[in-house]
């Protein structure tokens, strides 16, 4: 059975003294942090994959003297659930990621934006920065961490709707450019980066950059914590390797009747039985912010589609038209094709509307709709229809 | 300078410019709905959608700045394809019965609709599953969510011209919507009726409440003697709506239109600015008197004008506190409406009960304030019904008059008589202008010391104006104000008013006399006027204003032969008790939200 595993890491949720990592990069140059989080290649992990060290090169870069760190915690990716574990198990590692951001740009305010369902881990996160903050003197560094509760809406989730919230106004996406690290926070330089990826800039730190590179594959480096939920025996969280086929992953944690994962959550790819053995989960295939939906043959995925689209229809913050009105329209254009009310061919339609709210809507909200939706009517159109 | 490609062509713009502004340079023009040049970008229609080679998606044009070596496709596939979708999934959400709308010929999404040739709709109504009701509570404004189509302009409108924050975005996804607070109707929130979301509104989402049937019917009843009045910035608005350029004033075309329509007595607000000057002046030296004389600490300083009924209802709601400082005078358009049913009906041996007094105004707010229940001090309802320079248009047209043919024609009398200070009551500064004439004179016996009456220190865009003007060699009985500095401030634009406001209340800004229009460049940019609007409109309007103006014989309030004979045969004197019963009113403190 052994040979059948994905190889597990245990970086994330390792116990470490964090106060080391702090007290070695006090004295480190700004950009010398910068540097290693570049070398080691390491890439978001909320999703989207944008090489972290050069996000802090970008805001190290502006002038300004006031400057933000932002822990994105508004995870509200369906079928996600590793951030709620990591702030649980390793929120000192979050914080000291978040001093290391704030070194390597130069910010002296951090906030954490916590999803609001997560209120139940403040006590424990508020215990835990007094300690952080006492380090932080004893290191003569002046950088402070807040916390900021979100307050329900999926689309805070999002980098510049996250601002819009906290800085009291409604969560909707800003044009970009300008981006974050130009004008994010309150019009302030700023980097967000996801729980994860904070607690890796940590262990990067710790182990070195080469120590990050020695897992993973050429476009995605390192270990990621999959929430892997689902017609599964093994639901949990997970830190695995990057650069596994979904086959090698089905063939871990699928029950023996697998006929397609969700990579990604709702704003993932659905990728079918056929294309298990052809499709690897990172950035050179599919890339997760962790979600890990697997489904047996006893699962509708017209079912699977339309839970989907219930829920960008309701999570869509409606200021575009790309998003607000194709959501209801792809949700209503399903039922209309099930129920025999629009022929077959009206999803080709539906198809191409996907690929314009892909290309034409405000923000990644509604530019990821269509992966969900495309995959699932290329490879399961028979169950959509029938 | 920033160099790109549009379509393949170079060209050369300043840092900052958008794509959009740079694609107009090279005369390619690209769709939009919620971009407005008066307001900030929203980026959230995406109408305006462009390729950029290179990018991972479409970028919208009126968000994006240019950027070094950009390669811009306005009009390829892809941004076809996309166009054309999203006008397709506006319109599904849309109630697209035209026919039947205010503002069928005049929809920018119908506009769209024809031009990209939507026919077919592809997708389905999703308009006929929702419940809208239409908001029909307010006297000013008609607001129908089933038209709109979430641009925001009319909530970026609220809070960024007029600071009122009445209109705003509310909940997410399919149930989005543009509301009020608690979903209350437009008539029981902190909204001024001014009508700038009107004149942005691209769809017919938005849009006054109409009184053109109450007014026909009243003109075709024999038994009826109708009267109307026009104010001054529909001079030089209408025309925009009947085929000339803004700027073209059409005065004497519209008294000879208002000739045809059937109205008994085509009259003028300029006669009741006038009087209004009268008032209002006699009103600031009094309370200057009471401050400088008396010591009287009661006295309320600064005074502000009451003219505009949109800053009016806005002072009532976010400045209760400063009530006793807003001059008692009723708007022209009120001490008019007095008048017609009183002094007028005494002239000309008419009934009150059978006049029918309307008025035609630039303003939506004007709707309202004919409606307050004080404004019935002629023992009758003193305006019946108030039309839009919009809605005039429109019956000119359904009169089939031809309005371009028409000889100039001059106002009835009496009260048609006006001076160049009544007409400038359209542009903002104008009552400042307007009172300054008149007060400097009553209290120097002379002439205001500027070049041609023009007190040019107090005309301008800038949205909040300060200037002042020292008083020397009074007459004797106005010898206190020998060397008093009058100072004064102007404020267009109820988010200056604010500003202005909070200025007055922490004490930074100290003046005597505050001149707040509601409407940016004051009436001439109201919420009745022609759409569209821009600074460039407005500014061409205040232009005619200024001309007609200086044409006018008469250039000051107190030389109008007609206010002359006024206060000689019915009125006695400014502040005096007839005046009291008319021309003044009180104010009622609001609530906040």
Redesign the interface.
Known sequence: MSSQHVKRVDLIFEKIECRDVLKKIVDMEPDAISQEILDSDLKGRGGAGFPTGLKWRFAAKEKESIKYIICNADEGEPGTFKDREILDQVPGKVFCGMAIAGKAIGAKMGYVYLRGEYKFLIPKLNKELIEFHKTMDEFNQNFRIQIRLGSGAYICGEESALFESMEGKRGEPRNKPPYPTTSGLFGKPTVINNVETLVHTVMIMNYGAAHFRELGTKDSRGSKVFSISGDTPKAGIYELELGMTVDEFVNDFGDGDTKAVQVGGASGFCVPRKKFDETIIGFEGVPTGGSMKLFNSSRSMYNVLHNYLDFFTEESCGQCTPCRVGCQQLLKGVEAVKQGEKNSKYLDELVKLAKTMKRASKCGLGQSVGNAFGSIVENFKEEIIY | MVSLSVNGMLVKVPEGTTILDAAKKMNFRIPTLCQHDDLC???????C?VEQLGAK??V?AC???VSEGMQILTNSL?VR??RK??IE??L??HNADCTKCYKNGMCELQNLSNEFAVGDH???D?NT?KEYTIDRFSPSIQKDDSKC??C?RCVRTCEQLQGVNALT?A??????RITTFEDLSMAEVICTNCGQCINRCPTGALVERTYLDEVWDAILDPTKHVVVQTAPAVRVGLGEELGFEPGKRVTGQMVAALKRLGFDSVLDTDFTADLTIMEEGTELLTRLKRALVDKDSDVALPMTTSCSPGWVKFIEHTFPEYLPNVSSCKSPQQMFGALAKTYYADVRKLDPKDIVSVSIMPCTAKKYEANRPEMRSSGYKDVDYVLTTRELARMIKQAGVDFNMLKEDKYDSIMGASSGAGVIFGATGGVMEAALRTAYEIVTGREVPFENLNITPVRGMEGVRQASVLIEDCKEEWSFLNGVELKCAVAHGLVNARELMDGVKSGEINVHFIEVMACPGGCLGGGGQPIPTNEEIRRKRTEAIYAEDMSMEVRKSHENPEIISIYKEFLGEPLGHKSHELLHTHYTERVRY
């Open positions: 970008v929203a980026g959230n229609c995406r109408v959608v998606s479409l919208a968000a994006v700045p892809k394809s996309a979708h999203i999934l506006l599904s959400e592809i997708f389905i999703l599953i189509i979430r925001q975005v909940f997410k996804g399919d149930q989005q």
